[in-house]
């Protein structure tokens, strides 16, 4: 028995495959997943919606145009109340999932979250002068048992292109591979089909176990895969305390007060998504608000 292959370390990988005009994206994470997944106890399929929910945004961040950051949420009345899974352009991931509090325990079946489910992928660019940031987001239907499969159909009716995604997790990974016709006429007509072929030998088991660039050689050979780039994945949070303060203002001055008296003269908060925690005295909310308005006076718009 050939022994496993060392993997390297938490990455996206993009390719592409001339002859069939067909471009592909692969992600793998370990230690990455490792961090998301060890903030919190979560059931067996939370965990496993959630690391397939990382893997997914680490794999679209290579597949679309993305110079800020991407985002797959969901949102539902079940078990699961939120998921999370963001990544940035720069390669850094987070994801969390909230759990609704005397539910059972989630099922591994997206269906059975209800009729009232819904998940989303969101992009945000940097804004350009003083513009807002830009938004983009689409509507995923939750009609299949899968992730994967969902986004699968998203795709193809969204953008109307041929797509394949594959995504699995255990828990020490979570990975991803994603295939797509080029937009156009590149490649030959029946390169998607064949490659489609070709994706659909490939288990979850085995990418898992096999690292990227050994699962595009095998399942692809045969098209000369061309590699075009590599880019590292690992766990950071966008938290801050200029983050924790604009949330505090938009609470309000009265809840802000308010949480500052619970907690005996400062009001905590903690990141759930890498728990840094962040104080704040009532000194501090004073001077919050104090600045807050002073940004909306007229006076202050001008300069």
Known sequence: MSQPTAHPRDTQLRFLLPAAGVRGVAVQLASS????????????????LLGEACAAAALFTGHAKVDGRLSVQLRSNGPISTLFAECTAAG????????????????ADLRALGADAVLAITIENPALGNAEPMRYQGLVALQSERLDQAFEDYFRQSEQLPTRLLLACNGQRAVGLLLQKLPGAEGDEDGFRRTSALFDTLGRDELLALPATEVIHRLFHEESPQLLGEKPLDFA??????????????????EADAAVHAGNGHAS??????????????????????????????????Q
């Not at 997943?33 to 496993?48: K, L």
């Not at 850094?92 to 099922?107: F, K, N, Q, S």
């Not at 949070?237 to 609470?251: G, I, N, Q």
């Open 269 to 302: 908060v903690v990141c759930e998504f890498c728990g840094q925690g962040y104080q704040f005295d009532a000194a501090h909310i004073s001077r919050l608000f104090t600045l807050a308005g002073s940004a909306h006076s007229p006076a202050a718009s001008v």
């Open 92 to 107: 850094t991931l987070r994801g969390i999932v909230r759990l609704r509090e005397d539910a059972a325990a989630p099922a």
């Open 237 to 254: 949070c966008s938290c801050s305390r200029e983050r924790v303060e604009a949330m505090l203002v938009s609470l309000g001055r009265e």
């Open 33 to 48: 997943w490792q961090t998301i997944a060890g903030r919190s106890h979560y059931p067996d399929a939370a965990a496993t």
